[in-house]
């Protein structure tokens, strides 16, 4: 993370932000930040590069300031406008990872009791798991303030440091020995996943991207769910099934690799913030008369065996794979799959109603494509998409596409996915436009 950081700074941003209606405290919420600072090493810990190799240093003197821009004295019809554009705006800046602190934050006051908080942290210290954890922490010591009491919060009794020093004395010997066997193996000959897109691929790729949000429909989201239940299978998979007969339809390749993160098998870290999950490639092979049912058992496989696999860092899984090196487009695979199994919960602040947290587009793109589908309410899906590749029509039909084939895979799972209408219908458009699963 730390290199790839270096590359593309603000790609690795994970920014969200909450809608907050009432008479917020700003200094409390300051103070709150920074005692979730000193509580987390990992988010005052600088890594400096002395000879070009990163190194970790531990600040023991911190201040995390909330920077503020108040809105009140802007024209009402453009206030909302000019809130997007800060949101962006201060999402898009890079982290210096050798001077900043790893958390900031920004609170934009639009009325007297309308506000957004934004907060920010680089990829190399957070993930999707800390996204609860800082929000429990926030809510727990802002409310015992505001009510003079202590936080209710558990004892750290481990720092991230101690994760990182346990996860490089297991990946060692045997251990890691068969890791790098089981994936050199599987990942020989990795297949590039050549989606059609309307521009010409730039040699170097630029992670310039947008999001192309989406709901699935209620309906659909129900049956699917029941589906997969009777298939004995998750939401994860059986989404995740739908995203490579996605590609394969887009595509027409059988071969496909797609990155999907997972978390760590580590006692102790319930409670730490920090960047825990590896992202492992799993590969499914879609040739032969297969149906989804098919597909399904399939991909049961390939993704418990990668959990039993996940267990090796995505540098050293980039190393046993040896792929040949492109500057247009990520090792190994170009699209990421991600099923969180739960929706962003909310800040939970004494007098403030807060709508759910939601993430900032940044306009980055860290894949050609990437499919983020919410499986317990489904309505806060997106594309991730590389715009120097796709256009904002093609991700609009990519949208159209994916959710059509849910509904036809589950309606009709016995059917070889070469007989599958929806299937036919997106080949033969793009056979039609010239774009039959081939980049220029």
Not at 211 to 224: E, G, Q, T, W
Not at 350 to 379: C, H, M, P, Q, W
Request: with cysteine; aromatic share 10%; charged share 25%.
């Amino acid at each position: 993370m730390w290199y790839l950081s270096q590359l593309s700074p603000a790609a690795y941003n994970v920014t969200f932000y909450d809608r907050l209606h009432g008479a917020l405290q700003v200094d409390i919420l300051e103070r709150a930040l920074n005692a979730i600072v000193g509580r987390h090493e990992v988010l005052r810990t600088l890594i400096l590069s002395p000879g070009g190799k990163p190194v970790a240093v531990r600040l023991d003197k911190w201040k995390v300031t909330i920077k503020r821009f108040d809105l009140r004295n802007t024209r009402p019809e453009d206030r909302e406008a000019e809130a997007h554009r800060l949101l962006v705006e201060e999402s898009s800046r890079p982290f210096n990872l050798a001077r900043d602190l790893l958390l900031r934050a920004v609170v934009i006051q639009l009325a007297d009791e309308d506000f957004i908080f934004l907060h920010d942290v680089p990829h190399l210290a957070f993930d999707g798991s800390s996204i609860p954890i800082l929000l429990k922490e926030i809510s727990s010591l802002y409310n015992a303030a505001l009510r003079g009491s202590p936080p209710q919060l558990p004892v750290l009794s481990l720092q991230y440091s101690d994760f990182a020093l346990w996860q490089h004395r297991f990946l060692q010997g045997e251990r890691l020995e068969a890791l790098m066997r089981y994936w050199s193996v599987q990942l020989k000959n990795c297949p590039r996943v050549k989606l059609p897109g309307q521009y010409v691929r730039p040699e170097v790729h630029s992670m310039r991207g947008a999001r192309r949000y989406f709901v699935l429909p209620p309906d659909l989201l129900r049956r699917a769910t029941e589906f997969f239940r009777s298939a004995e299978t998750t939401p994860y998979r059986g989404l995740c099934a739908c995203f490579f007969v996605f590609l394969h339809a887009y595509t027409g390749q059988t071969d496909l690799c797609a990155g999907s993160p997972f978390a760590p098998r580590c006692a102790g870290i319930e409670n730490l913030i920090g960047f825990f999950v590896n992202t492992v490639v799993l590969r499914v092979d879609l040739s032969g008369q297969l149906s989804f049912h098919d597909v399904l058992k399939h991909l049961d496989t390939v993704v418990r065996e990668a959990i039993q696999h996940s267990d090796l860092t995505f540098n050293k899984l980039v190393e046993a794979a040896n792929p040949a090196r492109d500057p247009s487009s990520h090792a190994l695979f170009q699209v990421n799959f991600r099923a969180p199994k739960k929706p962003y919960p909310s800040l939970e602040l004494v007098g403030i109603r807060a709508e759910r947290t939601k993430y900032v587009d940044n306009k980055t793109s860290k894949f050609d494509l990437a499919l983020e589908i919410e499986t317990s309410l489904g309505d806060n899906c997106y594309f991730e998409y590389y715009t120097d590749l796709f256009s904002h029509f093609a991700v609009e039909q990519m949208v159209t596409d994916f959710i059509g084939l849910v509904r036809a895979l589950i309606t009709e799972p016995g059917v070889p996915l070469a007989n599958l209408k929806m299937v036919r219908t997106i080949r033969r458009r793009l056979r039609a436009i010239g774009q039959d699963g081939s980049t220029r």
